[in-house]
């Protein structure tokens, strides 16, 4: 089962920190300035992120349309 979200901002909550992710994939993001990021850097951060709402977006979407089709 999908979890609910009430609003955009608590979607964006249960997302991963940006941080974490980055830490993940090998990248130096700081808490300040990345000037020294490449664009390919900072792409594969924003894409996991990115991914992660797409994905929990469209299992919301299916849900709503399978509990429509129930009624």
Known sequence: MTEKYNSMEEL???L???HEVAEQLGI???KGHN???TTSQV???GGT???AKVKKLIEM???SLANEEKH
Do not use: N, Q, Y
Request: no cysteine; proline share 10%; net charge negative.
């Open 16 to 18: 991963p920190d940006k």
């Open 28 to 30: 130096p993001l700081d």
């Open 61 to 63: 979407a299916e849900e």
């Open 12 to 14: 964006d909550a249960s």
């Open 43 to 45: 792409g594969k951060i």
């Open 49 to 51: 992120i990115g991914g």
């Open 35 to 37: 000037e020294d990021l």
